[in-house]
């Protein structure tokens, strides 16, 4: 069959899309190469949301909390019961390969897809919307050793690393929470960050909860400092001015260095990029690429400038996207 629409990427900005489509009468179907909301699932445990839990709300749906912030647990309920009451078609564990047209001239488009297990598959589409978000793709270190098993680019939870050694590379909101929220768990920490202090955007809470564990040595900080590489058991560093390497005990490493939209994959789909900060070529009112019929929304309307659009901001793409799509097809004969 042939859907109206498909979404890639099962995250909020991808649901409300879908969302969106069916109040406005149209068949969509969401794809994603993880679970729904897969990036939210990979969050650390005991995250509380910065923002407050009607603006994180989508499908004019209420989101019941016990607090004031919503946690990633009854995020997750969240958007699970949105799916399910409006009756999305999700197929999750089902990664998008390539985005093409059916034919010279055709106004469908032709999804590959492959399943967890290795299985190929196909679906037709007239319009897709790619909001794949940036969580799945670290900024690398592009070291030695970055790939060992107790090297992670997210941080999960705290118990197992009490009373070890644990060194984190970053210095933003990331690093800086798993930071004291290893040491408040036993934990020996060791924040290491090639600037010369921790980023003054950090959350106006936490940077002076940081900064005094910092000061008071509870939390080791090495700043203009850089890991060259990382073995079993310790990390290697050394400073801006280039002095000999050292060694750092390290148990597990956490690379909090940030994460960036999979722009290669935008691009096998036509898309045309901005050079210098990889936005994507789209009409600002209506998300439309300049490939017709391919949209984007989300985050990675943003390009490298992740930090422009959040839940909060991208949940409103799919109703403008419905909009221009309902204007356009309320102009076509019968």
């Known amino acids: 069959m042939t859907y109206d629409l498909i979404c890639i990427g099962a995250g909020p900005t991808g649901l409300a899309c879908a969302i969106e489509a069916k109040r406005i009468g149209m068949k969509p179907l969401v794809l994603d190469k993880g679970c729904l909301c897969n990036s939210i699932l990979h969050y650390p445990v005991n995250m509380l949301f910065f923002t407050t839990a009607e603006k994180m709300e989508i499908g004019d749906l209420p989101m019941s909390i016990t607090a004031d912030k919503p946690n990633r647990v009854e995020t997750l309920k969240y958007y699970r019961k949105c799916a399910e009451f409006y009756g999305l078609e999700v197929r999750q564990y089902e990664a998008v390969e390539d985005v093409s047209r059916i034919g010279n001239g055709s106004p469908h488009f032709r999804i590959r897809t492959r399943h967890a297990g290795g299985a190929p598959d196909e679906h037709r589409a007239t319009r897709v919307v790619i909001a794949t978000g940036y969580y799945d793709i670290p900024k690398r270190l592009g070291i030695p050793g970055e790939d060992l098993p107790h090297v992670s680019h997210y941080f999960t939870e705290v118990h197992s690393f009490w009373q070890r050694d644990v060194v984190i590379v970053g210095a933003g909101n990331s690093a800086a929470e798993a930071a004291l929220e290893l040491f408040r768990a036993g934990a020996r920490v060791t924040i290491v960050h090639r600037g010369h ?106 390009g490298h400038h992740t930090g422009e659009i959040f839940i909060e901001n991208g949940r409103f793409h799919g109703k403008q996207i419905m909009a221009s799509i309902g204007a356009i097809d309320s102009q076509l004969p019968g």
Do not use: S
């Open 197 to 302: 202090e921790m980023k003054r955007r950090i959350k106006y809470w936490v940077l002076p909860d940081i900064e005094n564990r910092i000061a008071a040595g509870e939390v080791k900080a090495l700043f203009n400092t850089v890991v060259t590489r990382i073995e079993p058991g310790h990390v290697a560093v050394r400073t801006a001015k280039n002095d000999a390497e050292r060694t750092l005990p390290a148990d597990a490493l956490f690379a909090l260095t940030g994460y960036q939209p999979d722009f290669e994959f935008l691009k096998r789909q036509g898309i045309e990029l901005d050079p210098v900060t990889n936005k994507p070529n789209i009409n600002p009112d209506t998300f439309e690429t300049n490939v017709p019929g391919l949209y984007v929304a989300g985050v990675i309307v943003g």
